[in-house]
């Protein structure tokens, strides 16, 4: 079995001060982890991936995520978030398990940026 | 990087016609990809998994009869909506993962294609 929970459905900050979208999951399997964006009426941009190598990874636009296995949580951050970060991100689990590729999507947090 | 390309990135038809949309993988291959279906404000809904040189698999509840896919090659896969109706208006958006062994390749998303039956 396999999941993925983006606690927060909507997150507002102002414009310089630190994102934080959280994200847990289970898996049966050691899964690789990824966190989308997704931009009004467009398709989804990879931001990070961790596959097993170091806990914490950087990504594009300055995100990064840190993989904590105790918690199973891969929590998204950024130091200072920018007018252009507005968007719908998405946390997403998959394995191969069973002969078979399994992806699951979280149900996407929306990031308000307040100039 | 990896580029996957979507067409057409909007449509307006008329119910009763058919609708095709085209998903390339540009710089890869890909002997798999996936058709996503998105609702206003949800996330991505899982329609079926494309493959190369063989029938789709699809996900429960969703017609193969009225959402037809084709595989032809390991750069491209079409969805065809059949017989399209108002309530088959949505987000059309398909991914591909470049081949190899694991799960540790990303998916690469198109940009979707906006449909409206009218």
């Known amino acids: 079995a396999q999941s993925v929970t983006q606690l927060d459905s909507h997150v507002s900050v102002s414009e310089g001060t630190p994102v934080l979208l959280r994200c847990n999951y289970s898996s049966s399997y050691s899964p690789s982890l990824f966190w989308y964006v997704q931009h009004p009426n467009k398709g989804l941009q990879l931001l990070l991936k961790?596959?097993?190598?170091?806990?914490l990874v950087k990504g594009i636009n300055g995100f990064e995520a840190e993989f904590k296995k105790s918690e199973t949580s891969f929590h998204l951050t950024k130091p200072s978030a920018h007018m252009s970060d507005a968007a719908e991100y998405f946390c997403?689990?998959?394995?191969?398990?069973?002969?078979?590729?399994?992806?699951?999507f979280g149900t996407g947090t929306k990031l308000q940026v307040i100039p | 990087g990896a580029v996957v390309s979507q067409h057409p990135s909007w449509v307006i038809c008329k119910s009763g016609t058919s609708v095709k949309i085209e998903c390339r993988s540009l710089d890869f291959q890909a002997t798999t990809m996936f058709w996503y279906r998105q609702f206003p404000k949800q996330s991505l809904m899982l329609m079926a998994t494309?493959?190369?040189?063989?029938?789709?698999?699809?996900e429960q509840g969703v017609e193969k009869d009225k959402f037809l896919i084709n595989h032809a090659s390991l750069t491209l896969s079409t969805l065809t909506v059949t017989s399209a109706h108002p309530e088959d208006s949505s987000f059309y958006i398909c991914s591909a993962r470049q081949t190899g062994p694991g799960n540790n390749s990303p998916l690469h998303f198109g940009n979707g294609t906006r449909l409206t039956v009218t």
């Open positions: 997403v689990v998959s394995h191969s398990g069973g002969g078979y590729q399994k992806v699951t």
């Open positions: 494309s493959n190369e040189g063989s029938k789709a698999t699809y």
């Open positions: 961790y596959t097993s190598a170091a806990t």
